[in-house]
């Protein structure tokens, strides 16, 4: 039922921008595009959702595809508390069920 | 309270004894969702309660399991006779429910520790 596909891993240098991709590539209509991230010993911690228009807040920016198959969230200046385990999850706009939690990608801000 | 709070934060139990896991909503969310996740692992669904529907308790692993939620407030999650591979953090989160989507917002989780 794996709804959304993200890397396992990757790094990024402190201050940089971290790009981490989603695909979704079975996405319907109704459904939005949720991010989450765990910091380690944490519960999840919304960052930011979108559904076909590129969102920004003060944590992020999300990138839709136009095709809507796909999407990147940006953190623009990466720090050190942002290393946590980013989740990607799409979800019905009607269909008010479970978050689907997937393996997420585990991101590394290095100094 | 100005987030989603568990109790306790931390339980050791003894194989084969009951447990109560209690969560504290934010006030006015209708929606509340338990999850397990087990140490290097990610979070499993357990159950979804919403407003006055049914839950979807699809994610329940076994009927040791059961959960209960009184209105749109607290809701208590059961596990009976536990056993060692039971030992997880459990992870609570509401929601508001509203039709241009929203965030759930998560607990600190309570660590279950089954010796």
């Given at each position: 039922d794996a709804k959304t596909t993200q890397p396992p891993s990757m790094d990024c240098a402190e201050g940089r921008a971290a790009n981490l991709p989603c695909n979704?590539?079975?996405?319907?209509?109704n459904e939005y595009v949720y991010w989450y991230r765990q910091i380690h010993s944490q519960g999840p911690q919304y960052i930011i959702h979108g559904l076909k228009n590129n969102e920004t807040n003060e944590m992020a920016s999300l990138i839709i595809t136009e095709d809507r198959k796909s999407s990147t969230l940006i953190l623009p200046h990466a720090t050190l508390r942002d290393t946590a385990v980013y989740y990607c999850i799409v979800r019905p706009t009607d269909s008010w069920g479970k978050l689907q939690f997937g393996a997420g990608t585990q991101v590394v801000v290095t100094p | 309270g100005a987030g989603v709070s568990q109790s306790p934060s931390n339980k050791v139990t003894e194989k084969g004894k009951d447990v109560e896991l209690r969560c504290d909503p934010i006030s006015g969310h209708t929606a509340l969702y338990w999850y397990r996740q087990r140490l290097g692992q990610g979070l499993e669904f357990l159950i979804y309660f919403q407003?006055?529907?049914?839950?979807?308790?699809?994610?329940?692993?076994?009927?040791?399991f059961s959960a209960e939620r009184t209105g749109e407030s607290v809701s208590t999650l059961t596990i009976q006779?536990?056993?060692?591979?039971?030992s997880a953090v459990y992870l609570c989160a509401s929601s508001p429910h509203t039709v241009a989507g929203t965030e759930a917002f998560f607990g600190q989780g309570t660590r279950l520790t089954v010796v």
């Open positions: 979704h590539s079975t996405i319907s209509g | 407003g006055n529907s049914a839950p979807d308790k699809s994610g329940l692993p076994s009927d040791r006779r536990t056993q060692q591979e039971d």
